[in-house]
């Protein structure tokens, strides 16, 4: 099976960044824990935009369909469901992979 890359965009409330950071960071030891989690990172928006963005690998459409049921993030999005000002914006990818294999692949 081929890995997924998921990118997912967080866009807290105005004076809800640090509360929704705080409840992502709190989340990721669980996830990293998971069956077939390769990446799961998080990332702050540079300007002006306050977005979070997470980047994701897992080993399979399988092992992310499993980390959509799994505890952790059922209790990350109970954490952060009134702190967004949009929905959660969650798109996957497969990997096409180019260059230097390091390089050329999430």
Not at 13 to 35: C, D, F, M, Q, S
Not at 52 to 65: F, G, H, Q
Request: charged share 20%; glycine share 6%; net charge negative.
């Amino acid at each position: 099976m081929s890995p997924v890359v998921v990118v997912a965009t967080l866009s807290p409330k105005p004076g809800e960044e640090e509360a929704v950071k705080e409840a992502v960071l709190n989340a990721i030891p669980k996830v990293h824990a998971e069956k077939g989690c390769l990446k799961y990172a998080l990332h702050e928006a540079t300007g002006d935009s306050t977005d979070l963005v997470m980047i994701e690998k897992w080993e399979s459409i399988d092992a992310l369909a499993t980390h959509g049921q799994a505890p952790a993030l059922a209790e990350l999005g109970q954490a952060i469901a009134n702190l967004l000002a949009a929905p959660l914006d969650v798109k996957t990818f497969t990997p096409i992979r180019a260059g230097e294999a390091d390089l050329g692949a999430i």
